[in-house]
């Protein structure tokens, strides 16, 4: 029997932000992301040009010495930086692409992810996927929130790795108006928030809210913190919504997410 979608579910499948990220996975299953670097080059050009077609930036980027080993033109387009420039530069040139307020929140989560990926074997690494939000500038000097998609591979047949990256532009209309990463490691997916946003997010909280907040993450349910607070439980609710909205999430778990990563 087949149930047909809600309207909520239907309008969020045809929207622009859906139907990029559909488009990006499709042509992502394409790649032998498995290959080494110059088979992968030498292999997936038809792929590599769908990128182009498609406006979505693509670069590789060489772990061990920090610098870019591949930018395509679609990438150049979006930022404004020439390719050669790009190539020379390295990644000391993120903070001319990166908007100011995002790019420490940026650096926190990469580092995170980085720190996980030193504890896993090379093939858990190659089996590794991370998407991140932020704001990057663009040609016309303006900002503009993008999704960066990227996957580990490895080149020439040795464990020496390279981060194979994509960036797109996200709509006027997307949903995700912070920076925040997600890293999927097999089957299991985990949303990252860097510890310096987590920070300044919590202190948007009151001093109750925090309390009430710390509370929760130890699995105290709105009467037992009520009666320890000696509050009604109707006060606690009102506690716990406000929190909520403030952390801009929509349930308890993501609140304690972002309470965990203030203090990791």
């Known amino acids: 029997m087949n149930i047909a979608p809600n309207d909520k579910q239907s309008q969020e499948s045809e929207s622009p932000s859906y139907v990029l990220v559909r488009q990006l996975v499709n042509v992502l299953r394409k790649l032998d992301l498995n290959s080494d670097l110059h088979s992968f080059l030498k292999s997936s050009v038809l792929d590599l040009r769908m990128f182009e077609e ?13 610098t870019y080993l591949y930018v395509n033109d679609a990438m150049s387009r979006i930022n404004g930086i020439d390719k050669s420039i790009l190539l020379k530069s390295g990644l000391a040139i993120i903070d001319q692409i990166i908007h100011p307020d995002d790019l420490i929140h940026v650096l926190h989560i990469t580092q995170k992810v980085a720190t996980l990926l ?9 089996e590794s996927r991370l998407k991140l939000f932020y704001r990057i500038k663009q040609a016309n000097g303006t900002y503009s929130w993008c999704m960066q998609m990227n996957q580990v591979m490895h080149q020439s047949n040795s464990e020496k790795l390279v981060d194979f990256g994509t ?3 996200m709509p006027e209309n997307h949903i995700v108006h912070k920076v925040v ?8 997916t985990t949303e990252i928030h860097s510890k310096a946003h987590a920070g300044s997010v919590l202190d948007s909280l009151s001093r109750r809210e925090k309390e009430v907040l710390s509370f929760v993450a130890n699995g105290r349910i709105s009467q037992e913190i009520a009666t320890s607070l000696g509050l009604s439980v109707q006060t606690i609710k009102i506690h716990r919504k406000n929190i909520l909205k403030k952390l801009d999430v929509k349930s308890s778990i993501q609140a304690i997410a972002i309470l965990e990563s203030a203090y990791k």
């Open 54 to 66: 498609m406006g979505i930036g693509i670069y590789m980027l060489n772990y061990e010495h920090a």
């Open 167 to 169: 960036v797109i532009l």
């Open 181 to 188: 990463g997600y890293f999927s490691q097999g089957e299991k």
């Open 118 to 126: 030193l504890k896993m074997s090379f093939k858990e690494k190659t």
